[in-house]
């Protein structure tokens, strides 16, 4: 595997996204609009990233991550209050449909067929289920409290995640990043990636793969320095979970590493913050009755993002 270079290297040889300005004309209205309403805005990123083989790409190195996490903590942000961006990769779960994922939604209809005047209808057992999410998503929507923007490669997440951390500089500590997408930690440099299709008659390609410079470093320092910045750290071997947790919070200085196993990350994490570290875990109860652990994830969050904000200067007057 080779070094990596910088992260000013990776972003120059790397143009950004096709609908890069799009998206950083959008996030800029977001940020004005919420941070002139005195508002909180939490940056969710969620899913995992690509690094493609091919220019015009048809095999890419990707990763397991579905989205579960940054899709429902997103709706307990919104909860909370805050103002929410999601930024998550094209076609993972969403916040509110994530759970009409599959058959889920075509199972809670019922259909009666009669011609032009065919009606669908919601199964009475259903409405229960439907009726609050579509209430909650209804008036995120009116509020205009989500902004939804995706990326897909490694390339896009890092443009856009910077693209967001622009706008968020000027809410101070009252910008809360809560970074839970599964970032490629290894790319092939642009130049070592064909263009066309690799063909198999020329045999088995050998792939060099090249790290990715981390960008919380850049982005705890210069970026976004007075937020309140959340990383997550994602292990298989529990002996290494919380020392490279404790590791990364030393290294990058942020406030709180949310560290999990690949295993049991739906029903077990550990939060770990400069002075302690936290057990969140499901029961057997919550498990059956399909809780989410990202609620009382977000909970602690929010709760020392406030602890945070209390004791934090004020944000700059605009
Ligand atoms: O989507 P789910 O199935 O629900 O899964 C959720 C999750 C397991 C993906 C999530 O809980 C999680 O752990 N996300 C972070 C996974 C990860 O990238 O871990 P890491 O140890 O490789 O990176 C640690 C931190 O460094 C991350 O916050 C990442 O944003 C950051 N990073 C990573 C690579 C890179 N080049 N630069 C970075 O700054």
Known sequence: MANNGSWEEFFASHLPPTDFE????????????HALQGNKIVLVTSGGTTVPLEHNTVRFVDNFSAGTRGSASAEYFLEHGYAVIFMHRQKSLEPFTRLFSGQKLLDMLDIQERGPN???TVKPDSVDVLAPILVRYKAAHAAGAILYVSFTTVSDYFWLLRAA???????????LLYLAAAVSDFYIPKDKVPTHKMQSESGAPVIQLHLVPKMLA????????????????????????????KAALEKYKHKVVVANLLQTRHNRVVLVTKNATQEIALNRGDILSGADIEMAIVAAIVSSHEEHMGGAAPAPAR
């Open 22 to 33: 799009d998206n950083r004309s959008l996030l800029k209205e977001f940020c004005e609009r």
């Open 118 to 120: 065919t009606t669908i």
């Open 165 to 175: 951390c622009e706008c968020l500089a000027n809410l101070g500590p009252r910008a």
């Open 218 to 245: 850049p982005l705890v320092n210069l970026w976004v320095p007075a937020a309140y910045v959340v990383s997550f750290k994602l292990e298989t071997d529990e002996s290494l979970l919380v020392p490279k947790a």
